[in-house]
């Protein structure tokens, strides 16, 4: 058992090397749509239950697939009508239960990234074997599907082991979103070399959240987003800083809760003197060529920089 996984080094908010985003813009915005796919009885996995309730729970199961049916579409609309690329957090499974929606997005140019196979198929429990398994399914689905290779990863139902980030890095994944220690993209610690940073995603405005688990009003969490951007704005004027709503459309995508998110959309997208509206992909890119190599100079500089990898304080293979 580890006291700290290691996975990136303590680095102190104020006074880091300024980022420059694209155009000289204060914020990358993105948005994170994520596409997803419940099975109703999926294999046991001793960890976690899929579901709250016995076998068959179709109430649960049934209100994440009208997400699937209705509220991506409404979603996509919303997302169009303010010229906002998203970057899917796709259960890979979706490429065969529901091709129609892949089409859409790709018509979109939207990204891709990877969220696992299933969302009731956890990685607790998986061997090293089944978690190769499934990064490598990941990569060649999405890639005959769409003409993407996937570039981040969101592990499904946000459910690790000790070698998951090790395990992107090896495989050429630019970016983990599992990580919520910064409001700035950040070097992660892995084996092997490589690069992965860890991508700010968010818990705190996930619409999982939101409605789940504080039962916030749609107006709320409209407020709640707004506010969030202004400190972010404000913020990026001394360095960039970095955006992401986290969406799931059998919740935001609901005819109630459409609209004030509709207007929170409208409220950012017209800053766009200051804000680069893009996907994670594109940031993660910016930031490994232009930024990457400052940010562990900086951490140095601090002495803050730690021996090791994640879960490996020792370093060594």
């Known amino acids: 058992m580890h006291s700290d996984p290691n996975l990136y080094d303590f680095w102190p908010y ?27 009885d999926p294999p046991v996995n001793p960890s976690r239950k899929p579901w709250g309730r016995p076998h068959p729970d179709i109430v649960p199961y049934s209100a994440r697939d009208w997400g699937n049916r209705v509220g991506h579409w409404r979603l996509m ?56 398994a499934v990064l490598e399914d990941s990569i060649k689905s999405v890639m005959d599907a769409t003409g993407q290779r996937i570039r981040g990863y969101l592990a499904p139902a946000l459910t690790h082991t000790e070698r998951t980030l090790d395990l992107l890095a090896e495989y050429g994944f ?85 609209g004030p998110f509709r207007e929170a959309l409208r409220y950012i997208t017209s800053h766009r003197d200051d804000v680069w509206v893009t996907t994670a992909k594109e940031i993660a890119e910016f930031y490994m060529a232009n930024h990457y190599d400052q940010s562990l100079a900086d951490i140095a500089r601090r002495g803050n920089a730690r021996p090791g990898t994640g879960f490996n304080p020792q370093g060594g293979l």
């Not at 009508?81 to 796709?90: M, Q």
């Not at 929606?101 to 089944?130: K, L, P």
């Not at 688990?213 to 704005?233: E, G, I, K, N, T």
């Open 77 to 132: 609309e919303v997302m169009d009508e303010f010229k906002v690329r998203g970057s899917i957090s796709l259960s890979v499974a979706m490429l065969d239960h529901h091709p129609e929606i892949i089409r859409a997005c790709v018509e979109r140019d939207w990204e891709f990234f990877s969220h696992g196979i299933y969302n009731t198929r956890y990685s607790y429990n998986m061997n090293e074997a089944q978690e190769r």
């Open 14 to 40: 104020r006074d880091r090397p300024k980022i420059t985003w694209p155009g000289n813009k204060k914020v990358a915005f993105w948005v994170a749509p994520n596409i997803e796919f419940y099975e109703l």
């Open 174 to 258: 630019w970016y983990s979103c599992d990580l919520f220690q910064d409001d700035q993209p950040q070097p992660l610690k892995v084996k092997g070399g490589n690069r992965l940073i860890s991508m700010p995603y968010s818990l705190e405005v996930n619409d999982v959240i939101t409605y789940g688990v504080y039962h916030q009003s749609p107006r709320a969490y409209a407020d709640a987003l707004m506010r969030h951007f202004d400190q972010l704005l404000e913020e990026g004027a001394e360095t960039g800083t970095v955006m992401c709503i986290p969406l799931h459309a059998y919740l935001v995508g609901h005819p109630h809760r459409i």
